[in-house]
């Protein structure tokens, strides 16, 4: 028994978070965008790496990847804001090594003639050297030739290198017709500022480059240098497998750091496009749930969602319960309440074709739902033909009769236009009615935005028993818009004093109408349902 209650706790419990997990992924309620964004990128990163069978290091599975998601270009600016710090920290160790070692020559020389001669030469070598790169610097990333000429960085790295090479190697010449034999300081960073600091990018122009440099400094070092050494062979070999090694170091560092640059691009775009895709999807949810909720509801919806989820990390099931069947009702009075309904439909929708009757109530109601919008009315649902809104809600207005009424003569002449364009013998039959009203959200699986109260019926019964192109008001809604009745013309209805209803709640009832418009200040229909459209045109085609 104790088992059973166990398992029947440990079954409810998984149930619910299974449950609140599910509407928190379905409405987007949880503030962790991080989680998110983490999660998905997990995601594409595992799918890329099941498509590409472990390739992904791979740097010519890189390389092909790029070309064919047409991201070489947007790669290419990528790399040259890498290569503008590099170059950087180039300049930047070229002048601290530089002055070093120009006070370790001058410090270990005693002879005063030959200290004058390399300070002149070390100093002279020390200025072109320092000035070259800096020159190229500037001309390399802030010349507009850089964006004309897709030349200019292999020629900026020929120059930089020419430069510190020739100022590294004239030292050890210059020496050797002094009689000193000196071994040139700076091939190695020669090799390594050409495969790694240096803004070439072609690959097979470094290793050519580097290959060009290891030949002249072993020539340098086999007829200067060494010369007139007893081994100069075993020496010279020895130089040789060096150089080899640095070019195979920074060989084997230009392409591994290319492969982690692309791949590093490649994970920071994903996150980029992980994070644009939850904005969007996160965006059609929210108009989505504005098109069904109002965004009063919506908060509070969302609000307990959250904290539902917090109730359910704390452990706390029973009250989670309670807060997944809150009923969102709320109290509002001083409301005006229209229906309004299209009269002739059922005889219409006889005879037009499905299609065309879709499309009739599509232009209708989307013009409805733009003027409801400019005229303050929130718009609660329509069920075939019958259009009904509420003004005053959520926020209270004082105006609430005047929109409703304003409202309602607008609908009249929307469908006056559409009957004149369309050659259709439909009008409107709206009523009015102010009170105060019950709203909220109800349902479990399946909320709906409501409202009720005996005046809400009140409001249904003046469109009932109204008249076609007039709008049906009560005596409670008249009293409420007295200060603008110059704007109206007003007409006591006698036909509705006989309907059982209004006998029956001692109703008196009037019929506001306007003086005829012209037709040019009508208000086109602007906004259209993108997927009715969408079927018009393959039904069009199809014919």
């Not at 998984?14 to 983490?38: D, F, I, P």
């Not at 392409?255 to 939850?278: G, H």
């Not at 709906?448 to 008249?467: F, L, N, R």
Request: hydrophobic share 40%.
């Amino acid at each position: 028994m104790q088992d059973d209650r166990s398992l029947s706790r440990t079954t409810g419990s998984v149930v619910l978070q299974v449950g609140a997990l599910e509407l928190l992924a379905r409405y987007s309620m949880n503030s962790n965008r991080a989680t998110s964004m983490l999660s998905s990128l997990h995601e594409f990163r595992s799918q890329e790496v099941e498509q590409s069978g472990g390739k992904q290091w791979n740097w010519k599975y890189l390389r092909d990847q790029f070309y064919q998601k047409d991201l070489e270009g947007l790669y290419r600016k990528y790399d040259d804001k890498l290569r503008e710090t590099f170059i950087y920290i180039y300049v930047t160790l070229l002048v601290l090594f530089s002055t070093v070692h120009i006070v370790v020559v001058l410090a270990s020389t005693y002879d005063e003639q030959i200290q004058w001669r390399s300070t002149y030469l070390s100093m002279g070598m020390y200025v072109l050297r320092i000035a070259v790169p800096a020159l190229s610097l500037w001309k390399c990333f802030y010349s507009p030739l850089k964006k004309k000429c897709f030349w200019m960085p292999i020629f900026i790295t020929f120059v930089i290198t020419t430069d510190l090479v020739v100022s590294d190697i004239s030292v050890a010449i210059y020496s050797y017709h002094e009689g000193i034999s000196l071994r040139p300081a700076y091939d190695s960073m020669a090799l390594l500022s050409i495969y790694i600091f240096l803004p070439m990018r072609n690959n097979i122009l470094a290793i050519l480059l580097g290959l060009i440099v290891s030949v002249i400094y072993v020539i340098v070092l086999a007829l200067f240098t060494y010369d007139g050494y007893p081994y100069i062979e075993i020496v010279v070999t020895s130089d040789i497998i060096y150089l080899i090694g640095v070019n195979l170091m920074g060989i084997y560092f230009r392409l591994m750091n290319e492969i982690v640059t692309r791949r590093s691009f490649l994970d920071r775009r994903a996150c980029v496009e992980s994070t644009l895709r939850l904005k969007f999807v996160k965006d059609q949810e929210e108009r989505l749930m504005l098109s069904i909720l109002p965004e009063h509801i919506v908060s509070q919806v969302r609000q307990d969602i959250r904290e539902m989820f917090l109730d359910i990390q704390s452990q706390s099931h029973t009250h989670n319960i309670k807060s997944f069947n809150q009923l969102y009702v709320e109290e509002h009075d001083n409301v005006s309440i229209l229906y309004a309904d299209v009269v002739n439909y059922t005889k219409i929708s006889t005879t037009l074709s499905p299609m065309r009757m879709v499309e009739l109530l599509n232009e209708l109601f989307g013009r409805f739902d733009e003027a409801s919008e400019e005229y303050d009315v929130l718009r609660i649902k329509f069920l075939g033909d019958c259009y009904y809104c509420v003004s005053g809600v959520p926020k209270p207005s004082i105006l609430h009769a005047k929109n409703c009424v304003d409202l309602g003569l607008e609908m009249i002449n929307i469908i006056k236009d559409v009957r004149e364009k369309r050659a259709l013998n439909i009008d409107m039959r709206i009523g009015v009615h102010s009170g105060k009203i019950l709203s909220g959200l109800i349902g479990i699986r399946k909320w709906q935005y409501d409202i009720w109260s005996k005046d809400v019926t009140i409001a249904s019964k003046m469109e009932s028993t109204g008249k076609a192109g007039k709008v049906h008001i009560t005596k409670q809604t008249l009293e409420l818009i007295l200060d603008y009745a110059r704007d109206y013309i007003i007409e006591p209805n006698f036909e509705s004093q006989n309907h059982p209803f209004v006998m029956k709640n001692k109703l008196e009832t009037y019929l506001l109408s306007r003086p005829q418009r012209p037709i040019s200040e009508y208000k086109p229909f602007r906004r259209a349902s993108v997927g009715f459209n969408k079927i018009i045109n393959s039904r069009s085609r199809s014919r």
